[in-house]
């Protein structure tokens, strides 16, 4: 199977400066966009790479998007949340290292 076959659009969100009704200014992730993506867990042993840092990551996303930032975006797939480790966009598509995060509220 190809990599395009495993590509399904996911939320883009960015940690961005907001106004609170109450004037007030608060940082937090807004959705910006949706973006088609191929995330695969390392274990699948899909992808290898030793251009990028998968040192902490626990999953490798494959997107045609380019310009993702580490700490500024992350993904977010259903009830699942990743957070960007490491950005590779040398090629067509880019490699993304993910690591899965709780979302903020559970435990």
């Known amino acids: 199977m190809s990599v395009n076959s495993k590509m399904k659009y996911v939320d883009l969100q ?6 609170k009704p109450s004037g007030q200014f608060k940082e937090e992730w807004i959705s910006n966009q949706k973006i088609y993506m191929a995330i695969f867990s390392r ?3 899909i992808y290898k790479s030793n251009t990028i840092e998968l040192s ?3 999953h490798i996303g494959i997107t045609y ?3 993702l930032v580490k ?3 992350r993904i977010k797939v259903d009830d699942s949340i990743y ?11 880019s490699v993304v290292a993910l690591k899965e995060v709780q979302p903020s509220g559970e435990l």
């Open 14 to 19: 960015s940690f961005d400066e907001v106004q």
């Open 83 to 93: 957070n960007i480790t490491s950005v590779n966009d040398d090629a067509l598509r």
């Open 43 to 45: 274990e699948d042993r």
């Open 71 to 73: 700490g500024k975006n």
């Open 65 to 67: 998007t380019k310009g």
């Open 56 to 58: 902490e990551g626990t």
